[in-house]
């Protein structure tokens, strides 16, 4: 478990920590060797370098993204800004299906986009293989 995201996490009102502390739960499970770390002031995990999954507290819910999640066969995820990043917003814990959410991150480590290396390549992603 990482402390800041922890940390993170207990600064929620109530409803929304038990949100954060299920999808915290969720990706530590599905996702063992991703390094995770507060980054742009919000909870993201990350493999070899590249951002997979993160969530961030909006104004009316917690957002959970996927970078890649635009190209997940799996439905269920809105598309989010202009890349492959897709999203699904939480305002109960008793909205997550851990199913879905256990094969969106089961996608995550097989689809990913280059996001590491997009500022090098002047915003062109790059599908990983």
Request: proline residues 3%; hydrophobic residues 40%; charged residues 30%.
């Amino acid at each position: 478990m990482n402390k800041d995201i922890q940390a993170f996490n207990e600064a929620q009102s109530e409803e929304d920590r038990a949100v954060c502390q299920m999808l915290m739960k969720e990706i530590d499970r599905s996702l063992p060797k991703a390094e995770s770390k507060i980054w742009h002031a919000h909870p993201v995990w990350f493999l070899s370098g590249n951002p997979i999954v993160g969530y961030s507290k909006l104004k009316a819910c917690i957002r959970l993204m996927f970078w890649s999640g635009q190209s997940f066969r799996q439905a269920g995820l809105s598309p989010e800004g202009k890349f492959k990043a897709a999203e699904k917003r939480y305002t109960d814990v008793e909205e997550i299906n851990k199913d879905v959410l256990k094969k969106w991150l089961d996608e995550s480590r097989n689809v990913q986009w280059d996001y590491k290396n997009i500022v090098k390549r002047k915003g062109e992603l790059i599908r990983l293989v």
